[in-house]
């Protein structure tokens, strides 16, 4: 089954460390790309996307997302995180084999950025 | 401009209790989607529109029923409600589908 897998669940950092979240998809072919963030209490929003093009993708707030095609990955970073940051984030395909827009979704990766 | 708007943002049922989940938009999309979010489990498809007057299933259909009733609106509804559809729905919709989607503010229920 196709399917979506984030490896970190739960992540502390101090502020200013890197970050680092992995995602990985089970889709065989060509793919669209997201990182959606959920700050506390409020709804999803878009950090990033990827459709085509450099694989090297720059979202909001500095984030930014590296696609790699031969290991079906799509690992967001920061170079030094704020306390604002403190969120979850979900990665989330979606298969061009179908028009239909649907996304899957990976478990979450909550975020928790100490001052 | 609200984007996308849900009614309620709260509800406690009882078992068995029937419902409806409002969502409307006011982007002028066509896709409409419903998820559920659990924790450890991500936000799943329960329902969705590619446009106005379709619907199809998602990943976790059983138990509820969508409505397209015009463009902007995509209601949810449950019918006999059970303890395992204690959750937080979201509503998102998309210019077409494919595109980035753009999530609601979320419904969290609880069944007794």
């Known amino acids: 089954a196709q399917s979506v897998s984030q490896h970190n669940h739960h992540v502390i950092l101090s502020e200013a460390a890197s970050l680092e979240l992995g995602c990985n998809y089970s889709?065989?072919?060509?793919?669209?790309l997201f990182w959606y963030v959920q700050y506390p209490g409020q709804h999803l929003q878009l950090l990033l996307k990827?459709?085509?093009?450099?694989?090297l993708v720059k979202g909001i707030k500095g984030f930014e997302a590296e696609f790699i095609k031969s290991k079906f990955s799509f690992n967001l970073r920061k170079p030094s995180v704020q306390w604002s940051d403190t969120a979850e984030y979900f990665c989330?395909?979606?298969?061009?084999?179908?028009?239909?827009?649907?996304?899957?979704f990976g478990q979450g990766t909550t975020l928790q950025v100490k001052p | 401009n609200a984007g996308v708007t849900q009614t309620p943002k709260f509800q406690v049922l009882k078992t068995g209790q029937s419902m409806t989940l409002q969502c409307a938009q006011d982007?002028?999309?066509?896709?409409m989607y419903w998820y559920r979010q659990d924790p450890g489990m991500g936000l799943r498809l329960i329902y969705y529109?590619?446009?106005?007057?379709?619907?199809d299933k998602g990943e976790v259909p059983n138990g509820y029923n969508v409505s397209r009733l015009n463009k902007r609106e995509f209601s949810l509804r449950l019918e006999s409600a059970a303890p395992s559809q204690t959750s937080v729905y979201f509503c998102?919709?998309?210019?077409?589908?494919?595109?980035?989607?753009?999530f609601g503010p979320g419904t969290r229920l609880t069944v007794l």
């Open positions: 998102a919709s998309s210019e077409m589908a494919g595109n980035e989607q753009f």
């Open positions: 889709y065989g072919g060509t793919v669209n």
């Open positions: 990827y459709f085509s093009g450099d694989p």
């Open positions: 989330a395909v979606r298969s061009l084999t179908s028009n239909t827009g649907k996304l899957i």
């Open positions: 982007m002028n999309h066509n896709s």
């Open positions: 529109s590619a446009s106005e007057g379709t619907t």
